[in-house]
């Protein structure tokens, strides 16, 4: 066995307990006794012997989640594992808080590529506007993937754009699917310590033996109901979204002439539900409420309808020496917003002037967007053996993939202003519809080549290259490249660095997303508009369309195995991006007003923008050590895991027609949100001691400091919002009752902590914690059954 195997053995069992050992990247035989190569991310060897990675890799298998985990939906449970992955509810965020956005080593959740079994998945159809996380940035739903049905979720901590396509800055995420023979079942609960956020989990796994070959299928039912922390006399509803998941997923493979033909599939349909803010009673009449409506104020909810299918089909065969696999994947996600409890106040003034009561509905069909992505793939690879020193991997291949985005409108009562400048708001309250005029249906493809070697120079040596060739049908093409190798400097310790170019295509959303809502400038009602570049008003401002984020990454560590219970990793990481695309804050008579002269030749009088105006530079260092030993006769397991990232904006280059207006297209609140959106550093530790039928997990989690801005801003004499380092901690036990079944309980955040208090008035959600660190919501508690059969 090699080192690299034993030191992954050792991590995940310090992670994970001695059941994770199964999960190892390694070989898997087949029902006809075939023997199969499992890849691990950012390699595509294919020869019969796990080797050493040349970049930092974590292989994190997900059975013991699914069996016994305080947390039930996939990004937050990553959260409490890996110290680099960051996923925090948001509140008050509108669309965001329906969505959870999920992002490594501090960087945006768009900056990270996500494959389902080594297959590029689909985005979000959601762009983040609001929110302390992934502004202006789309993302993967993780939570749409229920966590049965996957058997391990492999990190590779490393630029590889090269290797796999646009999105892979700060690095990749490879979930892997079940499809073992067998089954099991969890059922779970869970709530806050306040006695809100009741969460109900129904899961199911099945595989079955077909045609030679595994099929298996999941089956998961989730509600998570919604938390309030607003304080007494707080009108808003503050904290977790109401969301009720139905989810099915099928993974297999089976024997087909002379391959194997193999498939996935998954449909997720959501039901969300999130408190905007509020508005009162009196002050907000006519403006924004009418009195024979809500006459002590109202909570509208902005009712999320989501809708989410993924599929793969696949043939893999050996053409004489060569792996040769053929794939199709398809993705789509949509949303359609529904607004509740809620009104248009123009409509209910108008009615109110023509003699009536003064109401309008209280529900609205507010519209929504789609974003549909498909991908087809051709693979080869091979294993020479003694060629270029010991042995060299040859893969090459090619992909084509198709995008189309889609906004639609909502009904007109969710958007019109019925009374002029009557004194009553138009649009739905909460969330304004979408108007015809924001209606979009964009498309675009891209076409791929890439070459990827890897050498066995020496015993002690081996190297990786790798080059692509990427072409957009809306920007043009790009090339990009990594190196990457490692040293055995002695039998306990392995050297290993990589260097690597990488590039992110702007996502359709970025370029297309269109939305426009009024608001009252000093009594007169103004179209605000966040629009694209390619539109009506990104032409007349003098935008040019959007390009690539560009980045150069490096990466240098070692590992240190001196024997099979202990092995410790240290990684140091430096990437800048160059040209990041950012969402610019409002331009408008205040601040610009020779731009403001030329929108309202469109009647708008302000708009926001996506440009590529921001470089960044993020530097860090991700280390981790585990131990195992016997404590009284029993085993005790333990891991410590550390990430510490920093992000700076090194330079901001507006485009030629924003020249001189940086502090309006990134203000130093958007700029902190930018490199502080996430905390800078993060640690885990975690002990777990098996005593015969009884299991003890006890986790701290430590999460570091972040300063973010005001809305009034330090120039006001108002100091950024400070929030202290905090300590959380989870506490679970397991009690295996029978061969086949186990009860766990206990709780996570035991010891209640929260955020550091802000200004409420300066806060992006207008409370007092922003979404950061942990979340606001404090201790929780759980309860599962878990039984196989």
């Known amino acids: 066995m090699s080192r690299h195997s034993i030191l992954h053995k050792a991590i995940l069992s310090a992670l994970y307990g001695a059941g994770a050992l199964s999960s190892l990247p390694a070989f898997a035989q087949t029902a006809n006794g075939d023997m199969t190569v499992v890849n691990v991310v950012g390699s595509r060897r294919a020869t019969s012997s796990t080797t050493d990675t040349v ?19 996939l990004a937050q449970v990553l959260t ?14 509108d669309g965001a808080d329906l969505v959870d956005s999920a992002a490594l080593r501090g960087l945006s959740s768009d900056q990270t590529l996500v494959l389902v079994n080594g297959k590029r998945r689909h985005t979000s159809a959601l762009v983040n506007i609001f929110g302390a996380r992934n502004r202006g940035a789309t993302g993967t739903d993780m939570n749409s993937i229920p966590v049965m049905a996957i058997k391990d979720v492999q990190v590779l901590r490393d630029g590889a754009a090269a290797q796999y396509g646009s999105d892979a800055i700060a690095g990749v995420m490879d979930i892997g699917l079940k499809k073992n023979v067998g089954c099991e079942s969890a059922i779970g609960y869970g709530q806050y310590g306040a006695g809100d956020g009741k969460n109900w989990l129904a899961s199911a796994y099945c595989g ?15 509600d998570r109901g919604r938390s309030n922390r607003a304080e007494p006399g707080n009108p808003r509803t503050i904290g977790d979204s109401k969301s009720e998941n139905q989810t099915v997923y099928v993974n297999g493979e089976i024997p087909a002439g002379p391959g194997r033909v193999y498939f996935t599939g998954g449909v997720q349909q959501r039901d969300a539900s999130s408190g905007a803010w509020a508005r009162n009673g009196e002050d907000d009449i006519p403006s924004r409420n009418s009195a024979a409506m809500y006459p002590n104020g109202f909570v509208p909810f902005i009712d999320g309808d989501l809708d989410d299918r993924y599929a793969i089909v696949g043939f893999k065969q050996k053409i004489g020496e060569w792996n040769a696999d053929i794939s199709q994947t398809y993705g789509y996600n949509r949303l359609k917003y529904n607004i509740s409890n809620t009104l248009n106040a123009s409509i209910a003034n108008l009615d109110l002037l023509k003699g009536g009561k003064g109401v309008s509905k209280s529900e609205f069909d507010a519209g929504g967007f789609s974003f549909q992505q498909s991908t087809t793939n051709f693979d080869m690879n091979r294993y020479f053996e003694g060629l270029v020193g010991d042995g060299l991997n040859v893969a090459f291949g090619a992909e084509y993939r198709a995008e189309k985005y889609k906004i639609f409108a909502g009904e007109p009562g969710s958007y019109i202003d019925a009374d002029g400048a009557g004194g009553g708001n138009a649009g739905s309250q909460g969330f304004p519809g979408f108007q015809p005029g924001d209606v979009t249906n964009a498309k675009r493809h891209s076409s791929a080549a890439y070459i990827d070697l890897e050498a066995d120079i020496s ?5 990786q290259g790798a080059l692509r060739w990427e072409k957009f049908s809306d920007f043009g093409s790009t090339v990009t490249g990594k190196i990457a190798g490692s040293y055995r400097l002695a039998d306990p310790v392995l050297l290993r660095g990589s260097a690597s170019t990488g590039f992110r295509a702007p996502s359709l959303q970025q370029a297309y997303f269109s939305s426009t809502y009024t608001d009252f400038v000093g009594g007169v009602p103004t179209d605000i508009s966040i629009t694209p570049a390619v539109g009506p008003v990104g032409k007349v401002a003098g935008l040019d369309p959007l390009k690539e984020e560009k980045s150069r990454s490096f990466t240098l560590g070692a590992t240190w195995t001196p024997n099979s219970d202990l092995s410790v990793t240290a990684d140091l990481y430096r990437i800048k991006i160059k040209d990041r695309i950012v969402l610019s804050g409002l331009f408008d008579e205040s601040n610009y007003p020779t731009l403001a002269a030329k929108l309202a030749t469109l009647g708008v009088g302000g708009a926001q923008f996506f440009v590529n105006s921001v470089d960044t530079k993020t530097q860090g260092l991700d280390l981790t050590a585990s131990h195992k030993s016997t404590v009284f006769g029993n085993k005790l397991t333990s891991f410590l895991a550390m990430n510490f990232s920093k992000t700076e904006v090194t330079d901001i280059h507006a485009p030629a027609a924003l020249k001189g207006y940086e502090d309006v297209l990134l203000s130093e609140r958007e700029r902190l949100f930018l490199e502080q959106g996430g905390p800078r550093r993060k640690a885990t530790l975690g002990f777990d001691y098996a005593t015969g039928p009884l299991e003890t997990s006890f986790k701290i989690i430590h999460f570091g400091p972040q300063t973010l801005g005001t809305w009034s801003g330090t120039a006001s004499g108002v100091a950024n919002q400070k929030y202290e380092a905090k300590t959380s901690a989870d506490l679970g036990f397991t009690y295996a009752f029978m061969k086949n079944a186990k009860l766990s309980f206990g709780a996570a955040n035991i010891f209640d902590v929260h955020p550091t208090p802000q200004d409420p008035n300066e806060t992006d959600n207008g409370f007092k914690y922003e979404s950061v660190q942990f979340g606001l919501n404090g201790v929780s508690y759980f309860t599962r059954l878990h039984v196989k059969f």
């Open 208 to 222: 079955f033996a077909v045609a030679g070959g595994t099929v298996g299928i999941t089956g998961e039912y989730l």
């Open 459 to 463: 015993k002690n040596t081996k190297l």
């Open 80 to 93: 409490f594992i890996s110290p680099s992955f960051n996923s925090t509810r948001q509140t008050g965020a």
């Open 55 to 73: 970049a930092p890799i974590d292989v994190i298998p997900l059975s013991k989640a699914s069996e016994q985990g305080a947390q039930f939906d």
